[in-house]
């Protein structure tokens, strides 16, 4: 695999193409309606709500933590997870300036 050219782009293009990957698995969609609905949960208590082991919902709670759209604070020995609000904001920003675009109704292409 090549080396990625990520710096060709402009920051905003990187910003969407982030959060674009991060959505781009339905348990990942899943976890964060989970999270918007219960507005904080225990990583135990979301492997209780979705049918996937332990280890593979902290590696999709590290791709989300990594994108920016939750935080995580430790409590003892389990960490609680949340919606990061200004990310999410941010997110919810960029993705409208992708998809508020005029449509292309006029257009005739193939």
Sequence with gaps: MG?????????????VAKYAKALSHPARVFILN???KKQ???????VDEIPLSQS????????????????GEIEGT????????VAWEKAKTVLNN??????LNDIKCC
């Design 3 to 15: 080396a990625s050219k990520n710096h060709a782009f402009a920051e905003e293009e990187n910003t």
């Design 34 to 36: 989970l999270l918007i």
């Design 40 to 46: 904080a949960c225990v990583c135990g208590d979301i």
């Design 56 to 71: 593979t919902v902290s590696q999709h709670l590290k791709e989300l933590k990594a994108a920016g759209l939750i935080k």
């Design 78 to 85: 389990s960490v609680c997870y949340c919606i990061d609000e």
């Design 98 to 103: 992708v998809f508020g675009q005029p449509a």
